[in-house]
């Protein structure tokens, strides 16, 4: 085992050093390494809305895990589940354990569109779950998705995220690696753009074997859906007996315990729900009409597989159970959107303030600032533009008076439970303080 060695470097940086030597970029995933482009830096606790490195210092987090986290770090009440449901077995991999029960049942309870659940352990899993069922029930391939909106990083759906602009309504694979029939099959369209989504349906139905997006596209920010794009999607999908699928990875549990469906009024045949489901815990589910589910039932003639070996999980099940009971017993949803709606409007006042150029988007307890455009955003082509070089600047200028969030322009900033008029208070001083100078 290595040791660190003795240096006028910090902790932190030390520990980073070792780490790209045998972890790819030195971190879990790229975007992680990306998270922090102004310095090298590594925690070693979280507890309610803050962070803390192993040099000691503390910040209060706004990226929260890109979001699951929306009770707080460390939750006593979630935590105290998973430890309990530890001394029963972490796994039984075999059977059906009541658990897994008592959640499916509050996700049928609590989502519209759901009926039966398979779980499984993360969003890009429900996903390429969800878009299998698809495939099976339908006998076709191809896969209707919007521009800007995230679906998880496997072949079936990592296209057009972030597409530039000469590549806009083409399918533009965001990985090498990618397999190009998977990327040939995928049919892109704006969001929020009714008359092409239709027309593509219209078009391809017959060979359409699902319609997947993000009802609130979080992954660039926020782009609030037109409630006639929903519902236009809901009627041409029915239509064509095309699956609609909503990834609600981001705003299930952490919008509403009803999800976006719920919120919107629109209730499609496939869900997809992790991140906020499990206040961090490894938990994720696809659900949705039993007709669909029910071809991975293990006894039937269609056979779709649906596998795990670590899917059902007691912890992250139990750590479900303890967040959705949480959530709707301390009402959080009305917390955070209530102080997203103060972190938002505080910080266009300082926008207005400062004569900077810019915007403040979000929906409940999510919130971006981007400078540089104007403008609520539609689809993914009014973000280009934004002048990524200043975000950078005003998330390093605010990372060192103690605030974290991610320096990505494109992501988000995330609230918590946790957080309360404290951190607003603070956050708006120091961001004040910022933008005076960038």
């Known amino acids: 085992m290595n040791s660190e060695p003795t240096t006028d470097t910090t902790r932190s940086e030390r520990i980073v050093e070792r780490a790209r030597e045998v972890i790819p970029g030195g971190a879990q995933t790229g975007l992680r390494a990306q998270a922090y482009d102004t310095g090298d830096v590594a925690f070693e606790r979280a507890n309610g809305a ?39 077995g972490v796994l039984y991999g075999t059977g059906t354990a009541p658990l897994e029960v008592e959640v499916a049942e509050r996700l049928v309870d609590f989502l519209p569109g759901v009926e039966q659940v398979n779980f499984c352990n993360s969003g890009s899993e429900a996903t390429y779950h969800a878009i299998r069922l698809a495939r099976a029930y339908t006998g076709n391939e191809k896969i ?59 078009e391809h139905g017959d060979d359409i074997a699902a319609v997947i997006l993000e009802p609130v596209p979080h992954s660039v920010g926020c782009i609030l859906p037109r409630q006639e794009f929903l519902e236009t999607l809901r009627e041409v999908t029915r239509d064509a007996d095309v699956p609609l699928i ?51 039932g293990g006894d039937n003639k269609s056979g779709v597989v649906i596998s795990g070996t670590y899917s059902g999980n007691l912890p992250g099940l139990a750590a479900a159970r303890a ?48 400078f540089g455009v104007t403008g609520e955003p539609e689809n993914y082509e009014d973000i280009l533009g934004l002048d990524e070089e200043r975000f950078r600047e005003f998330a390093a200028g605010m990372r060192e008076r103690g605030h974290f969030f991610t320096p990505n322009p494109y992501k988000r900033h995330h609230l918590s439970f946790a957080h309360g008029e404290a951190e607003l208070a603070a956050y708006l001083d120091d961001a004040d303080d910022v933008l005076g100078n960038v």
């Open 144 to 202: 209707l998705k919007f521009e800007g909106c995230y679906h998880g990083w496997h072949d079936y759906v990592d296209v057009s995220v972030y597409p530039p602009e000469d590549e806009l309504g083409d399918p533009h694979p965001e990985s090498e690696g990618m397999l190009s029939s998977a990327v040939e099959n995928t049919l892109v369209v704006p969001f929020n753009d009714s008359e092409a989504a239709e027309a593509v349906v219209r």
């Open 323 to 370: 967040t959705i009971d949480t959530i709707v017993e301390e009402d959080v949803q009305s917390h955070v959107t209530d102080l997203g709606d103060e972190y938002r409007a505080g910080l266009r006042d300082l926008l207005s303030d400062h004569g900077i150029e810019g915007r403040v988007v979000g929906h409940r307890s999510i919130f971006s600032v981007q």
């Open 50 to 88: 803050t962070l803390t490195t192993v040099d000691g210092e503390e910040y209060v987090d706004y990226h929260l895990g890109f979001g699951p986290i929306i009770l707080g770090h460390a939750d006593d009440r979630v935590d105290e589940a998973a430890r309990n449901a530890i001394d029963g």
């Open 246 to 296: 909503f990834d609600e990875v981001i705003t299930g549990f952490r919008h509403s315990p009803h999800g976006a469906q719920g919120e919107f009024g629109v209730t499609p045949d496939l869900t997809c729900v992790a991140k906020a489901l499990g206040n961090g815990y490894p938990i994720a589910a696809v659900g949705g009409r039993t007709d669909l589910l029910e071809q991975a």
